[in-house]
């Protein structure tokens, strides 16, 4: 069974910077695409960004320029930098695996942009 363990999140001033992570475990040898989703109070769930296992990356339109997502095979790992963060990004962030043609999702961290 996969599971998927996050961290990173919290309380940042606006144009400040967060690094979110989330490690996936049990028993893993290779995974596919790797994403990161969010959800604002009142809102859906949105995609935010993906990378695929060679590398390959895709931005939502709200976050490009701004946030960076990048992965460590060798961790299992898949990581968010998000720099210029603006109250808008104040979200629950869902980190996303792809594996055996299946999707896992992780528990969710908070991350909140606030004076």
């Known amino acids: 069974q996969v599971q998927l363990v996050e961290s990173g999140g919290g309380l940042v001033q606006p144009g400040g910077s967060l690094r979110l992570s989330c490690a996936a475990s049990g028993g893993i040898f290779s995974i596919n695409a790797m994403g990161w989703h969010r959800q604002a109070p009142g809102k859906e769930r949105e995609w935010v960004a993906f990378?695929?296992?060679?590398?390959?990356?895709n931005y939502a339109d709200s976050v490009k320029g701004r946030f960076t997502i990048s992965r460590d095979n060798a961790k299992n790992t898949v990581y968010l930098q998000m720099n210029s963060l603006k109250p808008e990004d104040t979200a629950v962030y869902y980190c996303l695996v792809n594996y055996v043609a299946r999707n896992f999702w992780g528990q969710g961290t908070q991350v909140t942009v606030s004076s």
């Open positions: 990378i695929s296992r060679g590398g390959s990356t």
